[in-house]
């Protein structure tokens, strides 16, 4: 007799990990009603990006009808003269997002821990979770990656620990003396992932953004992205540079050609425009400080940033609230990022934006106080 099973699903079912994630949500870009948006959500470069990319963008419009090099030879070649590495230790992305997926799909599954800090980047979570395994939130002390509690909480479990250095949304950095010591105190057989998306703004002298530690050990590597001071979030471009063998794993599950031809050509030409780079890093800090200044004067606590933008603590009970805030720039047409997703009600991420659009920022901010 033939046993009919009556239990199984009536349709296709998702695996559990997928159905405990909440889409990753990016910052508002437009306002209904205003004729003018000045956007400060979303950490964006707002001096555009180098013409030399752009130039390079657009002289591959004829040739749209043809596969981009799967390796990208000559962005990896370009990245490692650019950051005196080994071309063949570097991967390329869609953006480094991708290659913090491809990570947890070659290192992490059910069963397994994925480690990062409780304000950390929201991608961490949602990359752990696609591939079945758990994301472990390990909680800040000042709003800054607490190296103790990680090491403590790391251990047989724990295949990933990723760390943003700088922080987004926090703007904290950790010196190079303690991303030291978290590698040392790690399970050997836990990736560290150093995302040093934010590097290129960062002007402590105690900092790095990881590739010396890569260089010297076979369990660390370290992301960066175009998306920031290059200004080419449009083109989602990353790249990572870490162990042979680490680079080898995600190439193995890396798709044959994850990064457009576009993409490819501008990154060329974005990571060798010095001049371009070097304008962005100076009026962001100058910038930043101008910002910070003014927000503190208005009575705001402000987190201190290594990064192209700020956060500003701003209350989440009263008049002067961060949705009071929020709502009361949106009707001026400027756009900021509140902090739920994050878990920190009450504050605000303010992109660094131009001087004349941080000049409104501040003007509708001594409006909103008065």
Same mark, same amino acid.
């Given at each position: 007799?033939?046993?009919?099973? $009556?239990?199984?699903? $009536?349709?296709?079912?998702?695996?559990?990990?997928?159905?405990?994630?909440?889409?990753?949500?990016?910052?508002?870009?437009?306002?209904?009603?205003?004729?003018?948006?000045?956007?400060?959500?979303?950490?964006?470069?707002?001096?555009?990006?180098?013409?030399?990319?752009?130039?390079?963008?657009?002289?591959?419009?004829?040739?749209?009808?043809?596969?981009?090099?799967?390796?990208?030879?000559?962005?990896?070649?370009?990245?490692?003269?650019?950051?005196?590495?080994?071309?063949?230790?570097?991967?390329?992305?869609?953006?480094?997002?991708?290659?913090?997926?491809?990570?947890?799909?070659?290192?992490?599954?059910?069963?397994?821990?994925?480690?990062?800090?409780?304000?950390?980047?929201?991608?961490?979570?949602?990359?752990?979770?696609?591939?079945?395994?758990?994301?472990?939130?390990?909680?800040?002390?000042?709003?800054?990656?607490?190296?103790?509690?990680?090491?403590?909480?790391?251990?047989?479990?724990?295949?990933?620990?990723?760390?943003?250095?700088?922080?987004?949304?926090?703007?904290?950095?950790?010196?190079?003396?303690?991303?030291?010591?978290?590698?040392?105190?790690?399970?050997?057989?836990?990736?560290?992932?150093?995302?040093?998306?934010?590097?290129?703004?960062?002007?402590?002298?105690?900092?790095?953004?990881?590739?010396?530690?890569?260089?010297?050990?076979?369990?660390?590597?370290?992301?960066? $992205?175009?998306?920031?001071?290059?200004?080419?979030?449009?083109?989602?471009?990353?790249?990572?540079?870490?162990?042979?063998?680490?680079?080898?794993?995600?190439?193995?599950?890396?798709?044959?050609?994850?990064?457009?031809?576009?993409?490819?050509?501008?990154?060329?030409?974005?990571?060798?425009?010095?001049?371009?780079?070097?304008?962005?890093?100076?009026?962001?800090?100058?910038?930043?400080?101008?910002?910070?200044?003014?927000?503190?004067?208005?009575?705001? $606590?402000?987190?201190?940033?290594?990064?192209?933008?700020?956060?500003?603590?701003?209350?989440?009970?009263?008049?002067?609230?961060?949705?009071?805030?929020?709502?009361?720039?949106?009707?001026?047409?400027?756009?900021?990022?509140?902090?739920?997703?994050?878990?920190?009600?009450?504050?605000?991420?303010?992109?660094?934006?131009?001087?004349?659009?941080?000049?409104?920022?501040?003007?509708?901010?001594?409006?909103?106080?008065?």
């Amino acid at each position: 007799m033939i046993k009919i099973m $009556t239990d199984l699903p $009536t349709s296709p079912q998702p695996r559990p990990g997928p159905l405990r994630i909440a889409p990753y949500v990016g910052g508002k870009a437009t306002v209904g009603g205003v004729n003018r948006v000045v956007k400060l959500s979303s950490n964006e470069n707002p001096y555009g990006a180098s013409p030399a990319a752009i130039a390079a963008f657009r002289d591959v419009g004829d040739r749209l009808a043809l596969y981009p090099d799967g390796g990208a030879v000559a962005l990896r070649d370009a990245i490692a003269k650019a950051e005196g590495l080994d071309p063949a230790r570097i991967v390329c992305g869609a953006g480094s997002d991708e290659i913090l997926s491809m990570l947890c799909l070659a290192y992490a599954g059910p069963g397994d821990e994925v480690m990062h800090s409780a304000h950390g980047f929201l991608m961490y979570r949602l990359s752990a979770l696609a591939v079945g395994a758990d994301p472990v939130s390990i909680p800040e002390r000042n709003l800054t990656a607490d190296i103790d509690a990680m090491i403590a909480a790391a251990g047989e479990k724990t295949k990933i620990v990723f760390l943003a250095n700088p922080n987004n949304p926090t703007g904290t950095m950790l010196p190079d003396a303690d991303i030291r010591r978290l590698r040392e105190g790690l399970p050997a057989h836990t990736l560290l992932v150093i995302d040093a998306a934010y590097a290129e703004y960062v002007d402590d002298p105690e900092y790095d953004a990881g590739a010396r530690l890569v260089g010297e050990r076979d369990d660390t590597i370290m992301t960066r $992205t175009f998306s920031k001071i290059h200004g080419l979030a449009a083109l989602r471009l990353g790249w990572g540079y870490g162990p042979a063998a680490v680079i080898d794993a995600v190439n193995r599950v890396r798709g044959p050609f994850n990064v457009s031809a576009p993409a490819l050509a501008a990154g060329v030409e974005a990571i060798a425009d010095n001049a371009f780079i070097a304008r962005s890093r100076d009026g962001n800090k100058s910038e930043r400080a101008r910002v910070a200044s003014a927000l503190e004067r208005m009575g705001l $606590t402000i987190t201190p940033s290594q990064g192209n933008f700020i956060l500003a603590h701003v209350g989440e009970d009263d008049a002067r609230s961060a949705a009071g805030v929020d709502e009361f720039l949106q009707k001026r047409g400027i756009l900021i990022r509140r902090m739920e997703g994050y878990g920190l009600p009450g504050y605000l991420r303010i992109s660094i934006g131009t001087p004349e659009e941080n000049g409104l920022l501040i003007a509708a901010m001594e409006d909103f106080m008065r």
